[in-house]
């Protein structure tokens, strides 16, 4: 198909066939991993290999159809979450996480907050952020203050908030639990 591209292809046809190019090697590594295709004992190397190739493939297909429709359109949303799963496979949860949010806040632009996709969106995003708190402690310092931000913006002290703050401080150790017993020292308080 790629040999039938002419220069005066468009851009959205063009990433339409990158982006098939990186769900059929991405959906390779998988029936790999699982088991389902051999991998003539290199399986890790081969693994790796497609996911970096559907990785890449996808970037492209999100730079056309960028090129094409903008950031902010559902084809391009597309391929913002596979960037975003391939970036966590292949570089850790850390390294998707800014494509998962990227997605969810376009998501909730185009399709409104109760969409079943945003609303897909919107659990991954969570859980990324909650795994991530859950796993380190924050300044505590850091975490008050994030906390008297969310409260200045009349905001309900949700892990989102305040992770959102503390990732732009470079504090993510284990707020959840700091926010819990910030949240039940106010209550015994009020």
């Known amino acids: 198909a790629h040999a039938m591209v002419a220069p005066d292809t468009p851009a959205h046809r063009v990433a339409e066939l990158f982006f098939v190019d990186g769900v059929l090697s991405f959906c ?16 890790e190397e081969l693994i790796k290999e497609l996911l970096t190739k559907a990785l890449q493939t996808m970037e492209t297909a999100y730079n056309r159809w960028c090129e094409a429709y903008g950031e902010k359109h559902l084809q391009t949303v597309k391929a913002i979450t596979m960037i975003g799963l391939l970036q966590g496979k292949l570089h850790g949860k850390e390294a998707s996480i800014e494509w998962y949010r990227r997605e969810l806040r376009i998501r909730e632009e185009l399709q409104g907050e109760l969409h079943p996709r945003t609303q897909q969106a919107r659990r991954t995003y969570t859980s990324m952020i909650d795994e991530r708190l859950s796993t380190s402690m924050p300044d505590t310092q850091v975490l008050n203050e994030a906390i008297a931000a969310s409260k200045a913006a009349s905001v309900e002290n949700s892990t989102v908030v305040v992770a959102r703050f503390l990732s732009e401080a470079g504090q993510f150790k284990n707020a959840e639990v700091i926010l819990r017993e910030s949240q039940e020292a106010a209550g015994a308080e009020a």
């Open 28 to 43: 390779k590594a998988e029936a790999m991993s699982s088991g389902h295709i051999d991998d003539h004992g290199r399986r």
